[in-house]
């Protein structure tokens, strides 16, 4: 029982301001928020610099294999790809700890250190891209479906039931194999098959359902709220209505979702690019680096436990980030993301 | 109506801390319930009737909650109470029931299963003793096919028989003190005073004394034997029901009870209707609460009115009617 | 009672029928993606594709394609490798079910348990340093990539720490059948089971406990405190109570898709030959039968789990009878 008599009901009352920036305030605010947002950033800085150091740090190509290179630590020369100590085949340089192969090398003699930065650019792109694709997408869907109600709402909510039952999984594994093998012609519109827009948009659809049927729920409970239908009474006009009174909250909503979808998108595109049906090679992301490492898993595990430690962290902080975005601008959400893997 | 006494409240003050300071809600009331008597505590909402209730059955959870003064129950300091001892008054000596019976009980059992539980928790009955006796006091709270609804859910049930429900749960270890916050706000006119018959009949069969706690002045003129009203935290006035309702010394008293001054005296100005709204708690006047909204206000108000009892009669205001 | 049931009924093939032709679709009607070139191989000449276009019967119509797939599937379920002719879909589809079954209950009890433990310990426990420090271990445990956890079990147990007392049990990646050897299939499956259920205890844990914070601010709480229930009374029969109605459709629904081929990754990386491996290897393959076959499998599981949910839902909520 904390607050909730009718005696403390003032108690909390907020000073007039828009709820918008009270909602910014109470974010900035949240020191655990503030400090996961700051870590987001160091991490999407480092991914920016990746080719200063590959350029000048590394000095290396983290795109070409490197087979018998060879480096110098401590004077002296060491070949970059070593004969493996059972005899078979060769075993890359371990982490060196220094600017050159800092982690070490994966079994084509790339600089793992140089790769995670670039890699980190395509999951964060993808998981950026996914999550805008998927929350425009969702909005639309849900408020076109729950504000026209009649015929338009029931063929998209059926849709989205039938989405909702897919195993999302599945649904994102079906689309990437055809995708990824072939490209995508559709009239004028052409994807190559190994355009990075090609998991964007997988990703970014198939989490629609998700998003949308809250998102639907809340247009429908808006629309029936006591303030709309009194608006409705003075005659203003639907679109109005729509304007001023549905999308500020779904927008708000859509708020609250951005950074849990952001989490959730990241652990998708790494499980897509680990399964090789996402970020296509020579290009790199986190997923795709931990295939690489599987292979070394027991020689070299660095290059398999150093890309899931950076999605580990990444998704982390923007969970930590979510909450706190959800705490500032929704402090009774019912929302939940779905994880699902 | 001169039976010892039961419960004592004794300057409590009920404040949270919050990021503005310390912000003080009850600010230091004073009453005591006598064994056998119905003590109705009125007020607006806002003025601190269910949080006194609240802190006196040390139902406030909120961290950020300090309770000060001193509650005691048959001569025992209840706020200094260790928690065990405290938790085997609540729902034994001393029953609560509260405003909405809709929410009060818990959706995922029978009512019979809720009641069974509150006698297994205070009394060694085995559990089919424990379900006749519920069944019994069902009965007794004017319920049809008692047996019946024992095994329904909650929300098979109208708010009139959920609160009877309510009730005969609060009653079931023949508690000494029955805190009854507002119990009929939430339902139906014609259910109200039926509830309130109950009540009031239940005071005789039980022995029971019961602190009622209303906004509204008509269930207190029914079933109270004496008045507290509280405004703003503080006591404004408080007496014999009858004696208050004739004679309201308190200007917002009389403004609740829509009374018309007499002609002879000073004379007042008339009180249709209390304008403005009871202050917010963190913007009530430092002195006395009602000043604001007072008619009969002066600058002296500006200071905290003492409560001066006479003849049993206590007022806290300097412009006081006198009786 | 029976309407409402046979309606479920309904809804349930409505939208298996639905699924089952957008999986079609996607496999051999996406724009610029023939199925024919793709079992052909690359740069093979239009006479071969239209050989195995026939062979094959993809140069009939789509409707016709369809039925005929169903068919297969489901009625005489003769379906074969695109890939390796011969083998029989449907059959290689049961013969994994019971693995992935193993897995998904096994890790079930485990998350659905220690999830039991989190939640609770955190919110009675809740906004002090154990609270704090349940939370953020869940935290981590959601934000891991499953697959990459198992490659860390991987590494720890069959390797590194495999010669040490604590880890010198742990049998070689692979699968052992019930049938075969009771201890020798708890024994391949422990690790997988803690690794899968990692994630969902730290979901679940999470959520519980959100649940239970918001339970107990409910009027109803309130209510017991006042009859004189003890703190954990309240807590386990009142709040925990209420709170589980949720997690069991969450269960149900996390349940049926990890046994419908969510598992997959963890299959793969663990090496037991469940339903997602056996999708991971036709799509290694790009055999079409067989990606279908298996999508549809969970899309089966999936949608019963969920009508399943539905009707228990009525048994834990009286309010939903």
Not at chain 3, 40 to 50: D, E, F, V, Y
């Amino acid at each position: 029982m904390s607050l909730t008599s009718e005696d403390g009901a003032r108690v909390a009352a907020e000073p007039a301001s828009g709820p918008w920036r009270a909602a910014l305030r109470k974010l900035v605010q949240n020191r655990t928020a503030m400090a996961a947002a700051l870590v987001l950033v160091l991490v999407v800085l480092a991914c920016i610099a990746a080719p200063l150091y590959a350029k000048y740090v590394a000095h290396t190509d983290p795109f070409g294999s490197n087979l018998d290179g060879q480096i110098t630590i401590g004077g002296k020369s060491v070949p970059v790809m070593q004969p493996s100590p059972t005899g078979l085949g060769m075993t890359p340089i371990g982490p060196t700890w220094r600017a050159q192969y800092f982690l070490g090398a994966d079994n084509q003699g790339r600089d793992v250190a140089a790769r995670m930065l670039y890699g980190g650019r395509n999951s964060l792109l993808i998981a950026t891209g996914s999550t805008l694709i998927c929350l425009a997408l969702a909005g639309l869907v849900g408020v076109v479906a729950g504000f026209s109600g009649g015929i338009v709402d029931t063929v998209l909510a059926r849709a989205l039931d039938v989405l909702w039952a897919f195993p999302v999984y599945m649904l994102a594994i079906s689309l990437s194999v055809v995708l990824i093998s072939h490209g995508l012609k559709l009239g004028p519109f052409t994807l190559q098959a190994d355009s990075l827009l090609i998991p964007v948009i997988i990703i970014g659809v198939v989490y629609v359902p998700y998003v949308a049927r809250p998102i639907r729920g809340q247009v429908i409970s808006l629309a029936r709220s006591d303030f709309v239908l009194a608006s409705r009474c003075l005659g203003v006009a639907r679109r109005r209505i729509l304007l001023r009174d549905i999308v500020p909250n779904v927008t708000t909503t859509l708020i609250v979702f951005a950074p849990l979808m952001m989490a959730l998108n990241m652990l998708t595109e790494a499980a897509l690019s680990f399964l090789s049906i996402g970020v296509q090679p020579p290009a790199a992301s986190w997923g795709t680096i931990i295939l690489d490492g599987e292979g070394l898993l027991y020689t070299r595990p660095m290059v398999a436990l150093a890309p899931g430690i950076a999605i580990m962290i990444t998704v982390v902080m923007l969970n930590f980030l979510g909450d706190g975005v959800r705490e500032a601008f929704d402090p009774r959400a019912k929302l939940r993301v779905k994880s699902d893997r | 109506m001169n039976g010892e006494t039961l419960l004592e409240v004794d300057d409590l003050r009920v404040s949270f801390r919050t990021g503005q300071g310390v912000l003080p809600i009850v600010e230091g009331v004073s009453f005591v319930v006598k064994a056998g008597e119905i003590l109705s505590v009125v007020g607006e909402s806002g003025s601190g009737k269910s949080l006194t209730a609240l802190a006196i059955m040390r139902l406030i959870t909120d961290p950020n909650a300090v309770i000060t003064g001193s509650v005691r129950f048959r001569g025992q300091d209840l706020l200094g109470l260790p928690e065990p001892a405290m938790r085997s008054l609540r729902g034994g000596a001393i029953a609560m029931i509260f405003q909405d019976p809709m929410t009060a009980l818990t959706p995922a059992y029978t009512v019979g299963a809720q009641i069974v539980e509150q006698i297994m928790a205070h009394r060694n009955a085995g559990r089919m003793a424990a379900r006749t006796r519920a069944i019994d006091l069902l009965g007794a709270m004017g319920i049809a096919s008692p047996r019946d609804i024992a095994g329904r859910y909650p929300h098979q049930l109208s708010g009139g028989m959920r609160q009877r429900v309510m009730i005969a749960m609060a009653l079931s270890c023949d508690p000494a003190l029955l805190i009854a916050d507002e119990p009929t706000t939430a339902l139906d006119v014609t259910v109200q005073a039926q509830i309130l018959e109950l009540i009031l009949r239940l005071r005789g069969e039980f022995g029971s004394s019961v602190l009622l706690i209303t906004h509204d002045m008509g269930v207190v003129a029914k079933v109270a034997d004496r008045v507290v009203v509280m405004y703003a935290g503080a006591i404004a006035e408080a007496g014999a029901t009858r004696a208050l309702f004739a004679r309201p010394a308190h200007p917002y008293t009389i403004g609740l009870l829509g009374a018309i001054p007499r002609l002879r005296g000073p004379r007042l100005v008339r009180l249709p209707a209390i304008p403005g709204a009871p202050p917010a708690p963190h913007d009530r006047p430092s002195g006395c609460g009602f000043a604001p909204r007072c008619a009969a206000a002066t600058g002296i108000c500006a200071a905290h009115p003492p409560l001066i009892t006479h003849d049993g009669h206590a007022v806290a205001c300097f412009h006081a009617r006198a009786a | 009672m029976i309407l409402v049931m046979v309606r479920r009924l309904g809804e349930m093939v409505f939208v298996l029928v639905s699924i089952s032709v957008l999986v079609f679709l996607i496999f051999f009607a996406t724009p610029g993606a023939d199925p024919a070139a793709r079992l052909a191989g690359r740069g093979a000449t239009p006479a071969t594709l239209a050989a195995v276009r026939h062979s094959f019967g993809l140069d009939k119509p789509l409707p016709v394609q369809y039925v005929l797939m169903m068919k297969h599937l489901f009625v005489t379920q003769d379906l074969t490798s695109f890939v390796n002719p011969g083998e029989k879909v449907v059959p290689a589809v049961l013969q994994a079910v019971p693995v992935t079954l193993s897995l998904v209950f096994g890790a079930a009890i485990i998350w659905v348990i220690a999830a039991l433990v989190v939640g609770v310990l955190a919110a009675w426990a809740r906004d002090t340093v154990l609270d704090r420090l349940l939370m953020l271990f869940s935290l981590i445990g959601v934000s891991m990539p499953v697959f990459w956890l198992a490659e860390v079990a991987n590494l720890i147990t069959q390797a590194r720490y495999h010669d040490t007392w604590l880890f010198s049990w742990v049998p070689a990646l692979g699968y052992v059948p019930l049938s075969v050897s009771v201890v020798g299939w708890f024994k391949s499956l422990v690790i997988p089971w803690t690794v899968l259920a990692v994630t969902y205890i730290g979901l679940y844990g999470r959520v519980l406990r959100s649940n239970l914070v918001e339970a107990m601010n409910e009027d109803y709480i309130r209510t017991a405190r006042a009859k004189g229930l003890s703190e954990r009374q309240i807590i386990l029969r009142h709040a925990l109570r209420m709170s589980l109605i949720t997690l069991v459709s969450m269960f149900g629904l996390d349940f049926g898709l990890l046994a419908g081929g969510g598992a997959l990754l963890i299959e793969v990386v663990s090496g037991l030959p469940g339903v997602g491996e056996l999708t991971y290897q036709a799509l290694q393959n790009l055999d079409l039968p067989f990606i279908m076959a298996a999508v549809l499998y969970g899309a089966v599981f999936i949608v019963v789990a969920n009508t399943v949910v539905d009707m228990l839902y009525a048994v834990i909520d009286p309010r939903a009878r």
